[in-house]
C-alpha cells in the first residue's frame, strides 16, 4: 500500500521586526497582514494544513493571542533557531512536504 504524502505549508513570521515592529499585525482594510496571508493561502486545495511557526519569547505574546482569537493555528519553537522550528513543526505535524512563507 502506497503511504500518501502530507503537505504543509509553514508561515514563519514574528512581532518583533527591526524595520518596522508589529507589522504581521498592521492592518490593511480591517484585517491583519497575517490574517491575509493565512485566508489566501486557505483557498489552496492541495495541502494538509497551515501553519505559523513563531519564536516562543515574550515578544511574540501579542501575535499569538492575535492568531488564538482569529483561530489560525501555531506553533511555538526556538527563537534564534528557525530551522529547529520548521524541524519540529514538521515532526509534529508529521510533514512530507514544506513550502515556507515568510
Do not use: W
Not at 58 to 83: C, Q, R, T, Y
Amino acid at each position: 500500500m502506497e503511504r500518501i504524502m502530507k503537505t504543509f505549508i509553514f508561515i514563519q513570521a514574528r512581532y518583533n521586526s527591526s524595520r518596522l515592529h508589529g507589522k504581521v499585525l498592521k492592518k490593511i482594510y480591517g484585517k491583519s497582514i497575517i490574517q491575509i496571508i493565512y485566508e489566501n493561502l486557505q483557498k489552496i486545495k492541495s495541502v494538509d494544513g497551515i501553519c505559523v511557526l513563531i519564536p516562543d519569547n515574550k515578544e511574540n505574546i501579542e501575535l499569538k493571542k492575535h492568531l488564538e482569537i482569529k483561530n489560525i493555528p501555531f506553533f511555538l519553537g526556538d527563537e534564534k533557531n528557525v530551522l529547529s522550528r520548521f524541524y519540529k513543526a514538521s515532526n509534529f505535524f508529521n510533514a512530507d512536504i514544506i513550502v515556507r512563507v515568510t
